[in-house]
Nanobody, 120 residues
Framework: QVQLVESGGGLVQPGGSLRLSCAAS????????LGWYRQAPGKERELVAR??????SYQDSVKGRFTISRDFAKNTVTLQMNSLKPEDTAVYYC???????????????WGPGTQVTVSS
């Protein structure tokens, strides 16, 4: 019903930058939130940044380094990641909280994930 396509992961040296993008498509009536989560090996999936109708929120460890932005017309969300650290290495997942019709409650949708590796 709702598809999320991510792009922009890769390998970068510490201190470098990457930009992740995610496009939502399909049966979208209203997007209540878009964001990014990440999961490192052996760890739980955690919120990185989220944009909802109430505003934006960030995990404390990325504040001041990462910026989330949303294009309402294109149903896209972008995560600009600067000053990357080895501990940012993880699979990053795009997340969307979407109502597919006027009558349905919103549901969570996830992208397949994109690998971000920060290493020298």
């Amino acid at each position: 019903q709702v598809q999320l396509v991510e792009s922009g992961g890769g390998l970068v040296q510490p201190g470098g930058s990457l930009r992740l993008s995610c496009a939502a498509s399909g049966s979208i009536f209203r997007i209540h939130g878009l964001g990014w989560y990440r999961q490192a090996p052996g760890k739980e999936r955690e919120l990185v940044a989220r944009h909802t109708n109430d505003g934006t929120s960030y995990q404390d460890s990325v504040k001041g380094r990462f910026t989330i932005s949303r294009d309402f017309a294109k149903n896209t969300v972008t995560l600009q990641m600067n000053s990357l650290k080895p501990e940012d290495t993880a699979v990053y997942y795009c997340y969307a909280y979407v109502a597919t019709t006027f009558w349905k409650s919103p549901a969570e949708y996830w992208g397949p994930g994109t690998q971000v590796t920060v290493s020298s």
